[in-house]
């Protein structure tokens, strides 16, 4: 695997991330709190890999260009701009419930939960979209 492959790798671990966002959410509501901390635990390990991966690769590629034109450009910008300003956000929003449930405090946890999570999953989703709209289109 070189640095070629990692945006593709970016895209895969987001989706998962979506994934377990998901199941977690299913699993709380579901009263299966012990499967829904593995589920979220999951999620955050998984958000943080893609994290590394994204840095590794801006580092050795640097910025990569949206080269189309026309309607889709300010589509793209639009998603791009949304996805990163919101990604700068969950990030501190997620370690926070997550050192609150660890200490126990579900109340303040569920309260930052039921913001947070809405947010990441579509960080998630955005990320796999920019990553299609940047490769693929």
């Known amino acids: 695997?070189?640095?070629r492959d990692l945006p593709a790798l970016n895209a895969l671990?987001?989706?998962?991330?979506a994934v377990l966002l998901v199941a977690g959410y299913r699993l709380i509501r579901r009263g299966r709190r012990e499967a829904h901390r593995r589920?979220?635990?999951?999620?955050l390990i998984v958000?943080?890999?893609?994290?590394?991966?994204?840095l590794i690769y801006h580092a050795?590629?640097?910025?990569?260009?949206?080269?189309k034109t026309g309607w889709i450009r300010p589509v793209y910008f639009a998603?791009?701009?949304?996805h990163t300003v919101l990604a700068a956000c969950v990030a501190p929003m997620a370690l926070?419930?997550?050192?609150r449930a660890w200490k126990g405090r579900f109340d303040r946890h569920r309260r930052l939960a039921r913001v947070t999570l809405p947010l990441w999953?579509?960080?998630?989703?955005?990320?796999?979209?920019?990553?299609?709209?940047l490769y693929h289109l």
């Open 1 to 3: 695997m070189d640095a």
């Open 13 to 17: 671990l987001n989706t998962t991330s």
């Open 39 to 43: 589920a979220m635990t999951a999620a």
């Open 47 to 54: 958000s943080a890999l893609f994290l590394t991966s994204y």
């Open 60 to 67: 050795q590629a640097g910025s990569v260009k949206f080269l």
């Open 79 to 82: 998603i791009l701009i949304s």
């Open 96 to 99: 926070v419930i997550v050192w």
């Open 121 to 133: 999953l579509y960080v998630s989703v955005t990320g796999v979209i920019v990553y299609w709209m």
